[in-house]
């Protein structure tokens, strides 16, 4: 098989990403994988695609640190017909690029879909990434897993919402991953509110959902593959992200640390009753972020922390991935383009 990685730059990839250890993994079971950026892509005037992309080699792997040291030698890349892949896994950061290079989560999307177009397996499907580079997307799921949400640019209707939750609430840009600019307010003790809600509108809308008090505890990220938890050797892909200070975030990027964490039936029936939405948009490998009953964000993009887990039960998730690519793979060789690209994604 041969698979590549979208990432944001090759060059600023760390070794504890778990698009590293994707890579790593694919390589160590005998697949051609390779790295490519966001702006590594070109179409050429016949219409075929290429793009600049490195490997590691043909060698096997047992330091991540390794292998992404050969990835990134110098003048190590090469041009490569997108069409001569079987897969292309999109594993980009938005927000990384939010503000420098805004047009890099366009094209993203928009190359995902002429590659897709061209018969090669791409996940998650880009048709349905384009609408998920909004927070709006995660109003699309069941009512009864969410927080109580407003989206607004209005100030006297935020405030006003605020009071309706009791005067305690959390503010977050719509556009935006990693926890950046994530604000919790109290009406009755905090005078900043105004400034607060000036400072996320002057990017865009500003994202109001209700505080659940068990979010002291941290938050609970869930890997889930084809719309089911990732388990291996009994072990669900999954663990407790915790603050270490008194920041409400809990992301691993913000400083959050790393539990292990007894999956619940309440958190198996939310992972179902979001299921259906994740298969049918072709949401292959997603990060949900839980607290209590509740679904607090959808990572469909770059969902990291398999290295955590792996840390955490001494199970190394990873293969389970490649392996359902394989299986992708081999139904894609038997049924051609009969089967639409957010299918085969999820079958």
Request: proline share 4%; with cysteine.
């Amino acid at each position: 098989m041969k698979i590549a990685f979208v990432v944001n730059d090759v060059a600023t990839e760390k070794s504890v990403y778990t698009t590293t250890r994707l890579a790593m993994t694919a390589t160590n079971m005998g697949h051609e994988a390779w790295l490519m950026g966001m702006g590594d892509f070109g179409y050429e005037p016949d219409g075929s695609l290429s793009a600049r992309a490195r490997a590691g080699g043909d060698k096997t792997y047992r330091s991540l640190e390794r292998y992404l040291d050969d990835v990134q030698k110098p003048e190590e890349d090469e041009r490569i017909p997108l069409n001569d892949f079987d897969v292309v896994m999109l594993r980009s950061d938005p927000a990384d690029d939010a503000e420098g290079s805004a047009w890099a989560n366009n094209a993203l999307v928009g190359f995902g879909d002429l590659i897709a177009s061209g018969g090669v397996l791409v996940v998650n499907d880009p048709g349905s990434l384009a609408t998920a580079l909004s927070k709006s997307y995660f109003q699309h799921f069941p009512e009864a897993v969410r927080p109580r949400t407003l989206i607004s640019r209005d100030e006297d209707r935020i405030e006003d919402f605020v009071k309706e939750l009791g005067g305690k609430a959390v503010l977050k840009p719509l556009q935006g991953s990693g926890g950046s600019g994530v604000f919790l307010v109290n009406s009755k003790e905090s005078p900043n509110l105004n400034q607060i809600i000036e400072a996320i509108a002057r990017d865009g809308y500003v994202v109001v959902q209700e505080y659940l008090p068990k979010a002291k505890q941290g938050d609970i990220r869930m890997f889930v593959m084809n719309g089911r938890p990732l388990k291996v050797d009994g072990k669900y892909a999954a663990f407790r992200r915790k603050s270490t200070s008194e920041d409400i975030r809990s992301n691993m990027s913000a400083g959050g640390k790393a539990e292990a964490v007894e999956v619940t039936d309440e958190m198996l029936e939310l992972v179902e009753a979001v299921r259906p939405k994740l298969a049918a948009d072709g949401m292959f490998l997603v990060g949900l972020d839980i607290v209590g009953d509740k679904l607090m964000e959808v990572n469909v993009f770059s969902p990291g922390g398999l290295g955590s887990c792996e840390a955490l039960y001494g199970v190394d998730f990873a293969p389970a991935v490649i392996e359902d690519l394989e299986r992708k793979v081999a139904m894609r060789k038997h049924y051609g383009r009969e089967l639409a690209n957010a299918s085969l994604a999820t079958l």
